[in-house]
């Protein structure tokens, strides 16, 4: 969130950051209400293992909303998100595959470094864009990994 905040003032943009607590089920259509009313224009999902796991849910709530949403995971957009851009998810469970065969073959968990993703993806869904009213500025479609059309 901090990164976030200082990238955002950066650019003269102000965050309204919307909280979900843990629950069964999030209330994507409350947050995005709430967003709204403190004068969102757009969301950006910080990411939480529990919004993977409900993402169609939370693109569904999205775009029922006209709220033009950015992801850190591509498979977001595929289903409807307006954009993503963030470390390529398959890469890294390949990487976790590598450790786990590492420490089946004798490595030590802790002696093993710590990596971080090398491997970013920027997947623009241009139907959503379409939807919504929105046009994608050629520099930011020409930078893209995915355009979804």
């Given at each position: 969130?901090?990164?976030?905040?200082?990238?955002?003032?950066?650019?003269?943009?102000?965050?309204?950051?919307?909280?979900?607590?843990?629950?069964?089920?999030?209330?994507?259509?409350?947050?995005?209400?709430?967003?709204?009313?403190?004068?969102a224009?757009?969301?950006?999902?910080?990411?939480?293992?529990?919004?993977?796991?409900?993402?169609?849910?939370?693109?569904?709530?999205?775009?029922?909303?006209?709220?033009?949403?950015?992801f850190?995971?591509?498979?977001?957009?595929?289903?409807?998100?307006?954009?993503?851009?963030?470390?390529?998810?398959?890469?890294?469970?390949?990487?976790?595959?590598?450790?786990?065969?590492?420490?089946?073959k004798?490595?030590?968990?802790?002696?093993?470094?710590?990596?971080?993703?090398?491997?970013?993806?920027?997947?623009?869904?241009?139907?959503?864009?379409?939807?919504?009213?929105?046009?994608?500025?050629?520099a930011?479609?020409?930078?893209?990994?995915?355009?979804?059309?």
């Open positions: 969130m901090h990164a976030a905040e200082a990238a955002a003032n950066r650019l003269g943009l102000r965050l309204a950051p919307i909280v979900l607590p843990n629950a069964p089920h999030y209330d994507f259509t409350g947050a995005v209400n709430a967003a709204r009313a403190r004068g224009q757009a969301l950006l999902a910080l990411m939480s293992p529990g919004f993977f796991a409900e993402r169609e849910r939370f693109v569904q709530s999205a775009s029922a909303q006209r709220m033009p949403a950015s850190g995971l591509r498979q977001f957009a595929e289903l409807g998100g307006l954009m993503s851009y963030g470390a390529d998810i398959v890469e890294m469970y390949g990487r976790a595959a590598d450790y786990v065969a590492k420490i089946l004798g490595a030590k968990a802790g002696e093993l470094p710590v990596e971080q993703p090398n491997k970013f993806e920027l997947v623009i869904n241009l139907k959503t864009a379409k939807a919504l009213g929105l046009v994608m500025p050629q930011i479609l020409a930078r893209a990994d995915q355009v979804i059309e």
